[in-house]
């Protein structure tokens, strides 16, 4: 115990150490003296659904929380005391730059230095009122008033500006701040769950809202609108905000319905999600911008909040990330009909009218037709404005062609002498400066191993399970043979055997020739392992990469004619056995999590009682099975080496739901659902959250919320899982697939998988280094399927292929790279293929029948393998419980 005590220490210095500087904020902060005047009293209101409690001398939320449950509260109230000081941002806080007599922008906030307001009187529906004026600074040319109001039970925000100027007077930018309740440090698990929230835009314009939501997953959650004058324009981070920004804090934003000034100055190189606006208000004009707060009692029913609320509800299919050879749709669902599209840029997407009340919503046909970003601009009637934004990717087969080739070609490292022996490999990669990735200070980036490391080749062995090609997976045969084995993993007879080191790259000058490590890399960082820190295998997050690459070449091997040719199958998976059994071996601290991809243990266990490998098989369950009883003892059971993760969600509910522990599995997907949002927008729609990773894997290393990092493809996983058992909810497809689809939505056009895209509005790209993305691959890799439903308001609709109705035959054409999976909602039918690939599949919905046609052979796969999760009989034999099915040159037609 005391050894792996030190193992622990070691890996979570980086944790140590950003915890120790943001201890260093706040013991500064609390130095700092107090301003808010909180001690002269609080002032407490009541709604229909809120009690509201505002500090009396500057009328800022002190505490937000549902009538129903008032130990809860959305804002850090539990940090008022600390958080009292200047500069220090508070819910009613506003934010402004106003364009001066010179032409530049000036900044106002009533955040930066606090004095107390002038209350005015409160009657009718008003709660409380105030004037800002003695907390912004004299030469501001507005007046601003502040009100908290109720209206038809809902708590309403008000800001009204006036000019009280004799000029004009343009608004670049305001800003509100949202400042709830997502501070987590030294919490603990249980604490967070019940106590805090996170929170996700849907950066819409008029139509977009926020979503705030407690990381239990449970209710009631609470939903922001647009009241007066409060498109979402922008969603601006506050880096001005002192509370220390780390792992157990993403930061506050702010809801923005101007930004031009913005946009013209920090953000002029990026593209923002809508177009930048101003606002110029004439002497002595005014105008009020306002916010809705809305209480829901359940995640799953935001959507329907927002139609009761008579706010516009976007559905789209599969989702907002719209490859090109798929017909998308989209359903809109407001009070007024739609008056116009825009869609920038132009000819970037095509929308046709399906239907104009379709179950009361409008119906169109979307697809893709130019590679990258398009937004749709929806203006309804009553002039309300709606933005869209989608993500038009190639094929979902090309995107992963051209990433196979990518990794393969300009990733693929064989430096002869290289003293790391990393030589063959697919190695990370810098897109920026367009060259390979061999020293970083981070060494496991460069070091092959780690997240961060193991990306690149993991990505690429994994591109082989749903698209294989020959040529490709003799590279990474190579690879495994000379590399991974024997090198990434202890291949020798001592103790250490199947052992997966951390990293083969390191920094260590006396034992190297002088010259190798360059002097242009910082490495006097606690990063810069040294040989020994590198060749540790205690660190278990390791393992999975490395069983997962093993797993899949034995089932290129086993399920294929001559594409693997160094080993049988056999020691492949006997490998990825070994491999599995050796993380709770040798990493047993950390093997007490879920692990990132740990759904391979899973899929390894079923291959070995698939082939009969009985003893191995009982071994395995009963290792994996002393862990999930661990995460059965625990109220909420995916912690990790940080304080607090998504990363173990994945493993935890796949484990939880093969052993049966049901309520786990429902705690751990409660917990997804909580920061996994399902909404018009293809970076947020099934993004799930991830806020630090940048810094172990990116090259741009700051904590700011990732757009689709790994966690949206592995959380995938347990989503659309689930989605199996209970077909009929359909929030559970929607996100799935969100997800799914957006762990492949940042390759680019050529064919390079970044760690994930940058969210802050002054970026708005990818990151340029390949880091971890290889995680998020596998998620994809083991997850992608095609899924044709039923729903009532929609009609028959497909995910992951293009659907036809010939009277009572519903035919659907396949589209995903893999094409080898398909489930049926109405048969609740599941149909996978080990080999062997579906053209398309028809559903009799009269008589129940249902068609498959598969792909004619090729060289290397002559026989398809189906498996279908129903008892059915067909006219084939079984090999090892699937069909076998002799292809040909034609397509192959199978009714059951």
Avoid at 130 to 143: M, R
Avoid at 533 to 545: A, K
């Amino acid at each position: 115990m005391k050894k792996i005590k030190v193992l622990a220490l070691m890996v979570c210095c980086l944790i140590v150490s950003n915890n120790l500087k943001a201890q260093e904020y706040w013991d500064k902060i609390k130095a700092k003296k107090s301003t808010l005047e909180i001690d002269k009293g609080f002032i407490s209101l009541t709604t229909k659904s809120f009690e509201l409690k505002l500090v009396k001398a500057s009328q800022t939320v002190a505490a937000l929380s549902p009538i129903a449950e008032k130990t809860f509260d959305f804002t850090p109230g539990d940090r008022l005391a600390i958080r009292d000081k200047d500069g220090l941002y508070q819910l009613g806080d506003i934010n402004l730059r106003i364009k001066a007599a010179d032409g530049t922008w000036k900044s106002y906030s009533t955040a930066a230095k606090r004095a107390a307001v002038t209350a005015l009187n409160a009657s009718g529906t008003v709660l409380a009122a105030a004037d800002l004026s003695n907390t912004l600074p004299q030469d501001i040319p507005v007046s601003i008033q502040r009100f908290y109001e109720e209206k038809n039970g809902n708590l309403i925000l008000r800001f009204e500006i006036k000019n009280k100027s004799n000029t004009a007077v343009e608004i670049g930018a305001l800003g509100i701040p949202m400042i709830f309740n997502n501070i987590l440090e030294g919490k603990t698990l249980d604490e967070t769950h019940v106590q805090n929230v996170f929170f996700d835009p849907y950066i819409g314009n008029d139509a977009g809202y926020l979503e705030v939501k407690r990381l239990s997953g449970h209710g009631p959650a609470l939903l922001l609108l647009p009241e007066e004058n409060m498109p979402f324009e922008a969603y601006r981070p506050l880096l001005d905000d002192e509370t220390p920004r780390s792992i157990v804090f993403e930061g506050f934003h702010e809801w923005m319905p101007l930004s031009k000034a913005y946009a013209e100055q920090e953000w002029k190189t990026a593209e923002q999600w809508n177009t930048p606006t101003s606002l110029t208000l004439q002497e002595g004009e005014s105008k009020s911008f306002a916010l809705k707060f809305v209480l829901v009692d359940q995640i799953n029913n935001i959507q329907s909040a927002l139609i009761q609320n008579e706010h516009p509800l976007a559905v789209g299919v599969p989702g907002y990330v719209l490859p090109l050879d798929v017909n998308g749709q989209l359903f809109l669902k407001y009070k007024k009909a739609v008056k116009s599209f825009i869609i920038e840029p132009e000819g970037a997407l095509t929308v046709t009218e399906k239907s104009k009340n379709k179950n009361g919503y409008f119906q169109y046909a979307v697809q893709g037709k130019k590679w990258g970003r398009a937004r749709l601009t929806v203006t309804y009637e009553d002039g309300l404005v709606q933005t869209i934004n989608y993500k038009v990717i190639k094929s979902e087969a090309n995107t992963v062609a051209d990433f196979g080739h990518f990794s393969t070609t300009a990733q693929w490292f064989d430096e002869k002498n290289d003293p790391f022996h990393r030589n063959p490999s697919v190695i990370s990669y810098d897109y920026e400066t367009k060259k390979q990735v061999r020293q970083d200070s981070r060494v496991w980036i460069a070091g092959l191993s780690d997240e961060g490391g193991a990306g690149g080749w993991l990505g690429a062995i994994m591109k082989q399970l749903i698209e294989p090609k020959k040529e490709e997976i003799e590279k990474l045969e190579q690879f495994v043979d000379k590399t991974l084995w024997g090198g990434i993993q202890y291949n020798s007879a001592d103790t250490l055997k199947y052992g997966v080191k951390k990293s083969v790259f390191y920094y260590e000058p006396k034992l190297m020739p002088e010259g190798t490590y360059s002097k242009d890399v910082n490495y006097k960082t606690w990063a810069a392992w040294d040989k020994k820190g590198s060749d540790d295998p205690g660190r278990s997050y390791n393992y999975p990469h490395v069983a997962a690459a093993h797993w899949t070449m034995y089932r290129l091997a086993r399920y294929h004619e001559g594409l693997v040719t160094n080993h049988s199958w056999d020691w492949y998976l006997k490998n990825a056995y070994e491999t599995s059994i050796a993380m709770t071996r040798l990493a047993p601290y950390y093997a007490q999590f879920g692990q990132m991809e740990g759904t391979v243990f899973l899929l390894i266990l079923k291959d070995l009682k698939t082939e009969g490998y009985t003893e191995m098989a009982n071994n395995l369950e009963t290792k994996m099975k002393v862990r999930a009883d661990h995460w059965r003892s625990l109220n909420y059971p995916f912690g990790s080496e940080m304080p607090w993760d998504s990363t173990g969600q994945e493993e935890v509910y796949m484990w939880s739901d093969y052993f049966g522990y049901n309520d786990k599995a429902k705690v751990t997907l409660d917990a997804i659902l909580a920061y996994m949002p399902s909404m018009p927008h293809w970076a947020y729609n099934g993004n799930a959250r991830r806020y630090w990773d940048f810094l172990y894997g990116g090259k741009l290393s700051r904590v700011e919320r990732q757009i689709h990092h790994y966690g949206s493809a592995l959380n995938a996983i347990p989503v659309l899982e689930e989605y199996k058992k209970t077909p009929d909810n359909f929030h559970l497809l929607k996100v799935g697939y969100g997800g799914l689809l957006g762990g492949i939505s940042n390759i680019t056009e050529d064919g390079f998988g970044p760690a994930a895209f940058h969210s802050y509005p002054e970026t708005l790209k990818i990151d340029y280094l390949s880091g971890d993305y290889g995680s998020g691959f596998f998620g994809y890799a083991v997850n992608t399927a095609t899924f044709i439903t039923n729903e009532k308001d929609f009609g028959w609709l497909a995910f992951g292929g293009n659907v036809t109705e010939k009277g009572d035959e519903v035919e659907v054409e396949i589209t995903t790279a893999a094409k080898s999976k398909v489930f049926i909602a109405p048969k609740k039918i599941g149909l996978t293929l080990d080999a062997g690939t579906f053209k398309k599949v028809s559903y009799n919905t009269k008589t129940g029948a249902v068609t498959i046609t598969l792909d004619p052979k090729t060289t290397y796969t002559p026989n398809a393998y189906l498996r279908v999760d129903q008892d059915v009989k067909l006219s084939y034999k079984k090999e090892r419980g699937a069909y076998k099915i002799a292809l040909k040159n034609k397509p192959v037609q199978i009714i059951f």
